[in-house]
Structure formats: C-alpha cells, structure tokens
C-alpha cells in the first residue's frame, strides 16, 4: 500500500542538528511531490517547506530558510529534511506528506506517521 | 503570504447535528482550497481537496463549499468519531502553503 514510513524520535541539544528521513513505498516517488509540516506542542500545523521528488526543487518557508535543508534520494525513495541550529522552539512533531497534483489543489493525501523532535539542553 | 483564519476556533456540539466550519483567506485563493481532520496523537487526515472534492474514502456527511475567499466545510450529521480538530489549507501561492490555525469540535 502507499505509505510515508518516518525515522525514529529525536532528542538534540540546542544548536545541534537534526535529519529526518521519511521512506516511500507503493508508488512511483519521482511522481510526486513531498512537504515537510511540524507541529509543536499543543499548536496548530505549520508548512515548512517542499520538494520535487522529480528534480531535486525546493521551497522553504521564509522563516526556515538558511538553516533547513530538503533532499531526496531516488535510488532508495526517501526524503530527507534536516533542520539546523536546533532552538527549543523547534520542538515539535515533523510530518512528511506526499502532495497530489495542482488539479487536486496539491493537496497532502498520505501522511507519515510524524517524528518528535526533542531540543533540550 | 496568503494567510488563513478559521472560525470558530472551538465548538461543541452533540452526535447528529449538522456542523459548519468557515475559513477565510487573505486574498483570493480560488478554489485551492483543502480541508484536513486531525485526531490526537496521529497525523491529519484529508477530507476535501479543491475546495469541494471529498476524497476516496471520506463519508459523504462531509462536505465542502466556497471559492474565492471564503470556504465552509460542513458535517451534515455528527458521528462520534468525528470529534476532532479540522484545518483548511491553501495551495494557491503552490509551492508555498499556509495552514489555517484549526477548529477543534468538541462534545458537547
């Protein structure tokens, strides 16, 4: 079945880095498109960023850009994001989502199952 | 950005009544416009994409409307399962995106 399978919980010390890894299956990877959302505690979603599974493309959030980083690797069909100068604001569950096309308005219909990122000192 | 304002931000209702969600846009995002379901400790859920398009698998007592700046998303009768919290989202600024800051439907 289509599914977005994430890397295991994270705990990171302020400044620090973290890489995420969200592996596909049950489709063709290159077809579609991933989105990075995190939610911190007991907030609401935010989008951080996308990437072309095709060609590599990226679009950051303003407010990320400079300290986050979105790969992908088709030979294993796995999406990477990484986040760096960890602050404790960013503390909060990370999501990966495939995107549908832009006549299903993009929308995110497979989730992962969300990775928590921890930052503490 | 295109920013997102849902309301009411929280409401209670009871099992079989017929629930309305409303986001608004910042400006015009014709119909690009998705509407997610998220339950506690798991991962949203679509339930409409363009607008008014109920994706495979969702109960037809969801719905939803509007173009333009303003959207509804409408729960024709309440099921248990459906308490929750509802986000819309819009990909009209594609590939950027903005969440609303989502409903949460409680018991009443």
Redesign the interface.
């Known amino acids: 079945q289509v599914q977005l399978v994430q890397s295991g919980a994270e705990v990171k010390k302020p400044g620090a880095s973290v890489k995420v890894s969200c592996k596909a299956s049950g489709y063709t990877f290159t077809s579609y498109?991933i989105?990075w959302?995190r939610q911190a505690p007991g907030q609401?979603?935010?989008?951080m960023g996308?990437i072309s599974a095709y060609n590599g493309n990226t679009?950051y959030?303003?407010k990320l850009q400079g300290r986050l980083t979105m790969t992908t690797d088709t030979s294993t069909t796995t999406a990477y994001m990484e986040l760096r100068s960890l602050r404790s604001d960013d503390t909060a569950v990370y999501?990966c989502?495939r995107?549908?096309d832009?006549?299903?308005?993009?929308?995110?219909?497979i989730?992962?199952?969300?990775t928590l990122v921890t930052v503490s000192s | 950005?295109i920013h997102m304002t849902q309301s009411p931000s929280s409401l209670s209702a009871s099992v079989g009544d017929r629930v309305t969600i409303t986001c608004r846009a910042s400006q015009s995002i014709s119909?690009?416009?998705?509407w997610?379901q998220?339950k506690p400790g798991k991962?949203?859920?679509?339930l409409i994409?363009?607008?008014s398009?109920l994706?495979s698998g969702v109960p037809s007592r969801f719905s939803g409307s509007g173009s333009g700046t303003d959207f509804t998303l409408t729960i024709s009768s309440l099921q248990p399962e459906d308490f929750a919290i509802y986000?819309c989202?819009q990909?009209y600024s594609?590939?950027?995106?903005?969440?609303?800051?989502?409903t949460k439907l409680e018991i009443k």
């Open positions: 498109s989105s959302v609401g979603l935010e989008w996308w679009n959030v303003q999501y989502a995107a549908l832009i006549v299903a308005a993009d929308a995110f219909d989730w992962g199952q969300g | 950005d119909s690009y416009l998705n997610y998220q991962a949203p859920k679509l994409y363009a607008a398009n994706q986000y989202q990909s594609t590939p950027r995106y903005t969440f609303g800051q989502g």
